[in-house]
C-alpha cells in the first residue's frame, strides 16, 4: 500500500518576542489594542468575571430559549455564526436570535459590556471607534454563547479565523477588509469544569496551505500531526477568565470535561480609525 503523503502547513511564523501570551489579574486594554495592532499575540486576564455574573449568565446560557446543538464541530450555542454562509443568512439568523443573544449577555456586572466599553474608550484615545459589523443597514450578532463538546483530543479541532473572510459568499461584508489587518478573537470564560486549554502553534497559515488542504473559504481542519513541527502554547483557561488573541494563527480547544462555556466574538480594524466586530 502506497504511504500517503502528509501536508506541509506553509505560511509566517512569528518570532518568541511576539509568540507568547501576556498575563494579568486585571484588566488592559493597552494589551488588547496591541493584538489588535499586530504588536502581540495574546493576553489573558485572570478572574475578571464577577462570580454572580459567572453564575447568573451561565444560567440564562443554558435555560435559553434559543439554545441550539451545532453538529459538525459540536457545541451547545446561542447566536449566530458567520462561518461558511452568505452574509444574508448569516444577518437573517441574527435577526432571528439578537434579542435571546442580549437576553443571556445582559446580566448585572456583565463581561460582554464592560469589556466593550473598555474597549471602545481606549480606542477612542486613538480615534478610532468600535462597533458592530454591517451590511446594508444590518448588523452582526454581538456575540456567541457557546459550550464545546466534542469528543477525542480535541473539543474544537486547530483552526484559523482569516480563511472564513474571504468567502465569496459574503463580498462586501466589510469583515472581508479585516484580514489586511490583524484578526482578534475575544473569549470569555463563565463555566469550566476541567481542561479545555487554549492551544495556539506558531503559524500563520498562507493561501497554499490551505488549497492543499481543501480548507480555503473555512480554514478548519488543520490535521495536528501537520502541526507537530511548530512550537505550541498550551494555556489554562479558568472560569472568570478573559482573553484576546490573534486568531490567524492556528488554534484550537483541548479535551475538556464537563462544560467549558464562554461569550465569544472576532474583532478587528477595517481602516485606520474603525473596529468592527461579530461571530
Known amino acids: 500500500m502506497q504511504q500517503q503523503t502528509m501536508t506541509k502547513v506553509t505560511g509566517l511564523r512569528a518570532d518568541s518576542d511576539f509568540f507568547r501570551f501576556e498575563e494579568r489579574d486585571e484588566l488592559d486594554y493597552q494589551l488588547v489594542l496591541d493584538v489588535l495592532h499586530g504588536r502581540r499575540l495574546g493576553v489573558i486576564f485572570r478572574s475578571v468575571i464577577p462570580q454572580a455574573a459567572r453564575k447568573e449568565l451561565t444560567d440564562r446560557f443554558w435555560r435559553s430559549p434559543a439554545l441550539r446543538h451545532r453538529e459538525g464541530e459540536p457545541s451547545h450555542y446561542v447566536g449566530a455564526y458567520h462561518w461558511n454562509k452568505s452574509t444574508a443568512t448569516y444577518l437573517d439568523e441574527t435577526a432571528e436570535v439578537i434579542e435571546d443573544v442580549k437576553a443571556v449577555i445582559d446580566v448585572p456586572g456583565s463581561p460582554w459590556a464592560t469589556f466593550r466599553e473598555g474597549m471602545a474608550q481606549a480606542l477612542a484615545q486613538e480615534g478610532a471607534s468600535l462597533r458592530l459589523a454591517e451590511m446594508n443597514g444590518r448588523s452582526a450578532c454581538p456575540a456567541l454563547i457557546r459550550a464545546w463538546d466534542?469528543?477525542?483530543?480535541?473539543?474544537?479541532?486547530?483552526?484559523?479565523?482569516?480563511?472564513?473572510?474571504?468567502?465569496?459568499?459574503?463580498?462586501?461584508?466589510?469583515?472581508?477588509?479585516?484580514?489586511?489587518?490583524?484578526?482578534?478573537?475575544?473569549?470569555?470564560?463563565?463555566?469550566?469544569?476541567?481542561?479545555g486549554r487554549l492551544v495556539v502553534w506558531n503559524i500563520r497559515p498562507d493561501d497554499e496551505a490551505r488549497r492543499a488542504l481543501g480548507i480555503e473559504l473555512t480554514g478548519i481542519p488543520y490535521p495536528p500531526e501537520s502541526l507537530a513541527e511548530f512550537d505550541e502554547i498550551r494555556l489554562d483557561i479558568r472560569e472568570g477568565d478573559i482573553y484576546a488573541f490573534n486568531g490567524a494563527f492556528v488554534h484550537a480547544v483541548d479535551a475538556n470535561t464537563g462544560n467549558r462555556s464562554t461569550v465569544s466574538y472576532i474583532m478587528g480594524f477595517t481602516g485606520a480609525d474603525t473596529v468592527v466586530s461579530w461571530t
Do not use: K, W, Y
Not at 154 to 170: M, N, V, W
Not at 183 to 193: L, P, R, S
Open 150 to 195: 466534542q469528543p477525542g483530543q480535541f473539543s474544537l479541532d486547530p483552526h484559523e479565523d482569516s480563511a472564513q473572510c474571504q468567502d465569496p459568499r459574503q463580498v462586501g461584508f466589510e469583515i472581508q477588509n479585516v484580514i489586511q489587518h490583524s484578526i482578534c478573537a475575544v473569549n470569555m470564560c463563565v463555566e469550566h469544569t476541567a481542561g
